[in-house]
């Protein structure tokens, strides 16, 4: 028995693989999306820039239909810095790198884009502040002295100093010149009291883990040059500007109002739009009897409400093809009972000592939340 263990002991003393991952000091987590011919170039960057630390690379790839994921997980057969975390089923840039973190257990992580863009010879400055400097958190700004955006066109690099300043209302008086960098470098022990608070949601990551961290942050900055993309393109599209503002929103509202709410309300009420243009024509304009013209307008409402919402509140979830017909189905199906309920509440509110249009507004209250909590957990609560 005893000598067993001795054997045992002995072999893990033995695997170097098994020395290097025990007390890794720094975890580099590389959300990928289609970067495979980024991913050996990167590596080798990282090799030189960290030599002499005990780090690892944990790739964070969500499927990529390049093979991002298979190429990472060859290259860690005889790479031992590398790891990788293959998502299946999700998207999205803030999750992603919340999983790489969390899928590590460095004391000290940081966080870079997979393809070249973010000056990887500063992670040593961005170790040193973490683990000597003090610092809780450390961002790698273009905006500071020695940094610069490199060869950003008129209209992006107003985009991005204009997000810059909405983000200050949730910042909550942190001073961060390069709020919007996907480049920097985190304490554990300070991620973890983030963690729970954070809302996941879109790109901002570094504006999600400020806003939600209680307490006081120290902060350090490195300044770098944003570079051109080695290989591929970019994958932020429009869809991120609604995402940010999105996340500020959920960071403002108190935490049990979910922001798709205030979203799938403001949806609502285009629906009442569409609704009332609708019932004056068939009704006032073609003379349509009130009743066939008042079930058909609430149709055309909850066809318009339900692709809107389907394209906008929900583009994350986005049904498609028959799923498409289904989602359909069973929102025409909430909604409807939505309006049971909106009816139903009304009119008992009506029968108390109140106002007309109270009773109106909790009848829409109560009949909106049904809509959002049915439909959010039915119509697009289904996995893909
Ligand atoms: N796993 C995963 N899932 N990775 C993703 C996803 C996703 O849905 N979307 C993008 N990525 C990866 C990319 O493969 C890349 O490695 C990194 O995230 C950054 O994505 P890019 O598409 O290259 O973003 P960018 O260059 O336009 O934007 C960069 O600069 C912004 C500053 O203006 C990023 O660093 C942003 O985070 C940053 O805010
Ligand atoms: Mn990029």
């Given at each position: 028995m005893s000598s067993s263990v001795a054997e045992i002991s002995t072999l893990n003393r033995a695997n170097p693989a098994t020395e290097r991952r025990g007390h890794i000091q720094l975890a580099v987590v590389i959300p990928t999306f289609n970067e495979r011919l980024n991913v050996e170039p990167l590596l080798e960057r990282l090799t030189i820039a960290l030599r002499g630390l005990r780090w690892e690379a944990v790739f964070v790839d969500d499927d990529s239909p390049d093979g991002t994921a298979q190429l990472v997980r060859k290259l860690a057969e005889t790479n031992s810095h590398v790891r990788c975390i293959h998502r299946?089923?999700?998207r999205g840039l803030s999750r992603a790198v919340i999983?790489?973190?969390?899928?590590s257990c460095a004391e000290y992580v940081c966080v870079i884009d997979g393809d070249g863009q973010h000056d990887e010879t500063k992670l040593r400055d961005m170790y040193l502040a973490l683990s000597e400097g003090g610092a809780d958190l450390v961002v790698g700004t273009r905006y500071a002295d020695g940094g610069s955006v490199g060869d950003w066109d008129s209209t992006r690099a107003w985009m991005s100093s204009f997000a810059t300043r909405l983000s200050s209302t949730v910042l909550r008086g942190h001073k961060i010149?390069?709020?919007?960098?996907?480049?920097?470098?985190?304490r554990r022990e300070s991620f973890e009291k983030a963690v729970r608070n954070l809302s996941g949601e879109g790109y901002k990551?570094?504006?999600?883990?400020?806003?939600?961290?209680?307490g006081r942050l120290n902060i350090h900055e490195v300044a770098y040059t944003f570079r051109n993309r080695m290989h591929g393109e970019s994958k932020l599209d429009s869809a991120v500007v609604l995402e940010y503002l999105l996340l500020l929103?959920?960071?403002r509202l108190p935490k049990f109002i979910p922001a798709r709410l205030i979203l799938f309300a403001g949806v609502g009420a285009t629906g009442l739009v569409v609704h009332m243009l609708m019932l004056a024509l068939l009704h006032k304009q073609f003379l349509i009897d009130f009743s066939v013209s008042q079930a058909t307008a609430t149709l055309v409402a909850m066809t318009t409400n339900f692709f809107i919402n389907n394209s906008f509140t929900y583009?994350?979830?986005?049904?498609?093809?028959?799923k498409l017909i289904g989602g359909l189905a069973s929102f025409y199906l909430v909604c409807g009972l939505?309006?049971?309920?909106?009816?139903?509440?009304a009119q008992a509110v009506f029968e108390q000592p109140t106002t007309w249009w109270l009773a109106a507004i909790a009848g829409v209250l109560v009949g909106t939340i049904w809509n959002f909590a049915m439909s959010n957990a039915i119509t697009w609560g289904r996995k893909k």
């Open positions: 299946i089923g999700r999983e790489g973190i969390q899928g010149s390069d709020p919007m960098s996907g480049f920097f470098g985190i990551i570094l504006v999600d883990i400020v806003a939600s961290f209680p929103l959920e960071k583009r994350d979830k986005r049904l498609k093809g028959a939505g309006a049971v309920a909106n009816v139903g509440v």
